[in-house]
């Protein structure tokens, strides 16, 4: 039996490309596309390699349009890539730990095409889609190990043959016992309506100063904003009050791990027990966006589910 472990965004894709050839383990729900609005970039990266899956989920390819970033600094914006500037700007995130491959993967994402697509919409319509497959499986209880090609759960213990894992690593790490250090940090979110921000056509801005407590900005819908904090703001209307004269704070949330810090760690013992990660928090790759994970998994499918060893591709 062919598994596919976890019920989050990039795991209900996984069972819409793969086929019922394929079942669901659920884990837990979508951390990131289970809000309204999403807390992270809600949108795939336009793709002609994943075109037909697009249109088969969607019924169409739909339109694409222009996603554009630029750097903040000092309150001025620089939309072109800066080497400096995105090494600065991730020191600020990571400290010592920066990911090597982060700098090549930002240099390509200055402005991009989207598809226009909400991610959490997909994620509500493909839980709608599966949910007597995830209602029946959650009765058999939790995950409590992994071995020997078994997946043990409270109430139930299935053989596999492949696994495609999207659980995030260091909870599949205590299934398989695999001794790996993952460290990570808190994204903190605060969720903005105000006229007073301009970003001057962009979509998103990258806050490159060292001074702020926030690292990145999104445009989300007129007047609306979502702010990425590194830390956690405990007066956050006394804090922001330095940046605009009117504002409403509309909500906040935080999300223990989800800044996965360093180096993709090695997956080659897993991989041996036929165990494939899939995601950003799945393979702690802070660079694997969803299109890039749709790609790998569209991938997989065309090669008659023969997973490609290895996780770096973009």
């Given at each position: 039996?062919?598994?596919?472990?976890?019920?989050?965004?990039?795991?209900?894709?996984?069972?819409?490309?793969?086929?019922?050839?394929?079942k669901?383990?659920?884990f837990?729900?979508?951390?990131?596309?289970?809000?309204?609005?999403?807390?992270?970039?809600?949108?795939?990266?336009?793709?002609?390699e994943?075109?037909?899956?697009?249109?088969q989920?969607?019924?169409?390819?739909?339109?694409?349009?222009?996603?554009?970033?630029?750097?903040?600094?000092?309150?001025?914006?620089?939309p072109?890539?800066d080497?400096?500037?995105c090494?600065?700007?991730?020191?600020?995130?990571?400290?010592t730990?920066?990911?090597?491959?982060?700098?090549?993967?930002?240099?390509?994402?200055?402005?991009?095409?989207?598809?226009?697509?909400?991610?959490?919409?997909?994620?509500?319509?493909?839980v709608?889609?599966?949910?007597?497959?995830?209602?029946?499986?959650?009765?058999?209880?939790?995950?409590?190990?992994?071995?020997?090609?078994?997946?043990?759960?409270?109430?139930?213990?299935?053989?596999?043959?492949?696994?495609?894992?999207?659980i995030?690593?260091?909870?599949?790490?205590?299934?398989?016992?695999?001794n790996?250090?993952?460290?990570s940090?808190?994204?903190?979110?605060?969720?903005?309506?105000?006229?007073?921000?301009?970003f001057?056509?962009?979509?998103?801005?990258?806050?490159?100063?060292?001074?702020?407590?926030f690292?990145?900005?999104?445009?989300?819908a007129p007047?609306?904003?979502?702010?990425?904090?590194?830390?956690?703001?405990?007066?956050p209307?006394?804090?922001?009050?330095?940046?605009?004269?009117?504002?409403?704070?509309?909500?906040?949330?935080?999300?223990?791990?989800?800044?996965?810090?360093?180096?993709?760690?090695?997956?080659?013992?897993?991989?041996?027990?036929?165990i494939?990660?899939?995601?950003?928090?799945?393979?702690?790759d802070?660079?694997a966006?969803?299109?890039?994970?749709?790609?790998?998994?569209?991938?997989f499918?065309?090669?008659?589910?023969?997973?490609?060893?290895?996780?770096?591709?973009?």
């Amino acid at each position: 039996m062919n598994i596919i472990l976890g019920s989050g965004i990039v795991g209900l894709l996984a069972k819409a490309i793969l086929g019922d050839n394929w079942k669901v383990i659920p884990f837990y729900k979508s951390r990131f596309f289970s809000y309204n609005p999403a807390l992270d970039d809600n949108f795939i990266i336009a793709d002609s390699e994943i075109d037909p899956f697009i249109k088969q989920l969607m019924g169409k390819v739909p339109s694409k349009f222009a996603y554009n970033k630029a750097w903040s600094i000092q309150g001025q914006l620089y939309p072109a890539f800066d080497e400096g500037i995105c090494e600065d700007w991730l020191g600020n995130i990571f400290g010592t730990q920066i990911p090597a491959h982060s700098i090549p993967y930002y240099k390509n994402r200055m402005s991009l095409n989207v598809y226009d697509i909400r991610l959490n919409e997909i994620y509500k319509s493909l839980v709608a889609s599966y949910m007597g497959e995830l209602a029946e499986e959650s009765q058999k209880g939790k995950v409590v190990k992994i071995e020997d090609h078994k997946i043990y759960r409270e109430k139930d213990v299935v053989e596999y043959d492949q696994i495609i894992s999207t659980i995030p690593l260091d909870a599949l790490c205590k299934f398989v016992n695999f001794n790996v250090e993952l460290k990570s940090k808190p994204i903190h979110y605060i969720h903005i309506e105000t006229k007073d921000l301009d970003f001057e056509g962009f979509n998103q801005v990258m806050v490159a100063d060292k001074s702020f407590s926030f690292y990145k900005a999104a445009n989300i819908a007129p007047s609306r904003f979502l702010i990425y904090c590194q830390d956690e703001l405990p007066d956050p209307g006394a804090y922001f009050m330095a940046f605009m004269k009117s504002f409403d704070i509309i909500d906040g949330t935080s999300i223990d791990g989800a800044i996965p810090l360093g180096d993709i760690p090695s997956l080659e013992l897993i991989e041996q027990q036929d165990i494939f990660c899939v995601g950003g928090y799945a393979q702690w790759d802070w660079c694997a966006d969803v299109g890039s994970n749709i790609k790998r998994l569209v991938r997989f499918a065309n090669r008659g589910n023969k997973i490609n060893k290895g996780h770096n591709v973009r």
